[in-house]
Each structure stands twice: as structure tokens, then as C-alpha cells.
Nanobody
Framework: QVQLVESGGGLVQAGGSLRLSCVAS????????MGWVRQAPGKERKFVAT????????YLEDSVKGRFSVSKDNAKNTAYLQMDDLKVEDTAVYYC?????????????????WGQGTQVTVSS
């Protein structure tokens, strides 16, 4: 069993930056793919980024390319989502998720473990 806890969300002005962290406990994340999903009010959850277990494959949703990056630190059993040049439309609850298959494919059904989410609010 894996428990995931996100942190780092908050209120930031447009153009600012935040770094979300996802700390895992229960098992090592070294072979897990990590995903970051967001859900804006009234909208469906959508992947913004994934990172394969070997950290060689990255997926970034088109609207965040060039602004967001994803990484993980196996020694700290933590995944990160660095968000720069934030826009009002990035406002959402952000969730991290872990996939034991390690492929990093942005499909919800592949991710067995999910965090509770952290709110990101970007003001204009």
C-alpha cells in the first residue's frame, strides 16, 4: 500500500511560481510512474504531467508545456511538480498519483494510488 500526501499549493499571482510536492510512504517510488492531475471547478480531472518510473519519459499537457516540469527524488520518496508562469486558468485542485507499472501513460485507470489533493489558486 502506498500513501501519497501533496503539499505546496496556495494562492499566487499570475506569473508566479509554485512547487508541489508529493511524499510517498509505504513503498519506494523508485520504479513507480508519477502523475499529476488537476481538476478545476466544474471540470473533469485532467492529467497535466506524468513521469515514467525510470524518469526517461515525460508527458506534459499542451497548455503547460514550457511552464511546468515534473521530477522525482527517489532518495526522498517524493515527486515534484514545478509550476512557473502560472496563469489564472491553472487554478484547480492538483492531485498526485502513482502507477506501479512505471510506464507514465496519462490514463487515470493505470494509477492505483492517489493523494488527497492540494488547492492552487492563481489570481490576476
Amino acid at each position: 500500500q502506498v500513501q501519497l500526501v501533496e503539499s505546496g499549493g496556495g494562492l499566487v499571482q499570475a506569473g508566479g511560481s509554485l512547487r508541489l510536492s508529493c511524499v510517498a510512504s509505504g513503498r519506494s517510488l523508485s520504479t513507480f510512474a508519477m502523475g499529476w492531475v488537476r481538476q478545476a471547478p466544474g471540470k473533469e480531472r485532467k492529467f497535466v504531467a506524468t513521469l515514467s518510473g525510470d524518469a526517461r519519459t515525460v508527458y506534459l499537457e499542451d497548455s503547460v508545456k514550457g511552464r511546468f516540469s515534473v521530477s522525482k527524488d527517489n532518495a526522498k520518496n517524493t515527486a515534484y511538480l514545478q509550476m512557473d508562469d502560472l496563469k489564472v486558468e491553472d487554478t484547480a485542485v492538483y492531485y498526485c498519483a502513482a502507477d506501479s507499472e512505471g510506464l507514465g501513460i496519462p490514463k487515470m485507470a493505470l494509477y492505483e494510488y492517489w493523494g488527497q489533493g492540494t488547492q492552487v489558486t492563481v489570481s490576476s
